[in-house]
């Protein structure tokens, strides 16, 4: 075990975490004509090409944050966990599924208060205020109710009866301003030193129009005005200085035409039934991951046949197929070591697992996507960033790439911390000096 490095020797200034969901590199010459984004570039510094993990999807993604590892490392290996006889698969929302230390509990043991709103993977999180991003999924639940369990329950309560009427459900842009107002609220009367927050205005917006579309450019400026309302805060507050301020993002989108449902080749063949929308008695099964797709099968005597089979189904000029990766390469490139395969998708397509249809095209209310993530973070153009501005970061610091998985030791690193087994590293060139002592 690698040696571990002492808490500074003095108690880290506050440190507030925004994710801007869905916002990639494309996005800063756009964020950079905004008044309170330019603002704050002044004095930041910056990776404008942060590779994200694969599958490059919000919960691999923002666990990867928080841990600095692969989701091959953390266990949070896609958005959905594997449940093919549900129509509504649970998310990995809980804590419990992370395998390892996290920033926050790094943080705790350090005697320091956190917060996170709405930020994934945290539900029954030792988190000193929590709201936790957690839905009701089964019929009987409600969703205050789940929100409480899972949470800090007075916080999650005195903001719920503040602002609880600006929520519409989980739609845009109402979630976020509830999520806004919810964090100025725990700024001002509350102070955590380290403070999570998960803004998703612009994935929503891009799910539903577009990376492109008029929609999701108002969501871009909606969100310099949210940062606007927190710099103002912080001024006022007479900690605009103190604190260290991160920006960043978990993965881009890529604009869809057509979504492919695998699981109903899988039906097609035998290797599964379907009754109501839902997968029984299955051999094989599809686990989509939007641009990305796990397939598993049961017993490892059906892998040549299903090899055999993805090969013949890729040829095929509306398979949606790019790349068929076995699972010692699916291993490589961080994913789930436990899938047969993991499907890349082309250009204009992406998964879902449904098993009723082959395909659909995207139009206008039919519940398709026209814009997903998921794909190969590699892919070029596909980038996200990282920003951080404050008393411990060099202001005009220009790091030319790094992986989303550097974040987190980053981060741990201003805070005096250390992310243990961490797979990213701290990249120097952001710091104005040693952070730590050994």
Known sequence: MRNRKKYIDRKPHRMLVI??????????????????????????????KVKSVCPSLTYPAH?????????LHH?????LRLQPGRKNPDWFWQRRFVRGTTLYDEAR??????????????AGAR??????????????????????????????????????????GVNQPMLDNFVQSALLR??????????????????????????????????????????GETLGLLERMGEEKTTNIILLGDHYQKNVHQVVYPNYQIVQRGWAKEKDGRLTDWKVTAQNCDGACYIYVEDKKWIPEVAGWLKEWKRKPDS???????????????????????????????FKNGCQMPFQSASKGNGVHRG??????????????????????????????????????????????ELEDADGAVLNGFFRGPCVVG
């Open 372 to 417: 997903a993530h998921g794909y190969d973070p590699d892919a070029p153009g596909y980038e996200t960033f990282f920003l951080a501005a404050g008393p411990d970061f060099q202001p005009g610091a220009q790091i030319d790439e790094m992986y989303l998985i550097d974040e987190g030791p980053i981060m741990a690193r201003a805070l005096g911390l």
């Open 75 to 79: 266990g949070i290996i896609n958005n």
């Open 186 to 227: 725990t700024l001002r009367k509350y102070h955590p030193d380290l403070t999570l927050v998960h803004l998703t205005d612009v994935d929503t917006l891009r799910h539903d129009y577009g990376v492109n579309s008029e929609e999701a450019q108002k969501a871009l400026i909606r969100h310099d005005l949210r940062l």
């Open 19 to 48: 994710s801007l969901d869905a916002v990639g590199s494309r996005d800063l010459k756009f964020l950079e004509t905004l008044p309170h984004f330019k603002e704050l570039m002044k004095r930041a510094a910056i990776c404008r």
């Open 109 to 122: 043991k350090a005697g320091l208060t956190t917060a996170a709103l709405l930020w994934p993977v945290t």
């Open 320 to 350: 949606g197929i790019k790349t068929v990766y076995t699972r010692k390469q699916a291993w490589e490139k961080g994913a789930d070591p436990k899938c047969a395969f993991l499907l890349e998708a082309k250009e204009g397509y992406y």
């Open 127 to 168: 988190i000193t205020y929590n709201l936790p991003e957690i839905w009701a999924n089964r019929p009987w639940e409600n969703q205050f109710l789940v929100s409480i369990l899972y949470g800090t329950p007075r916080y999650e309560m005195d903001l719920f009866r503040r602002y609880g009427h600006l929520l519409d």
């Open 63 to 71: 666990t990867s944050i928080v841990t600095g590892k692969l989701p």
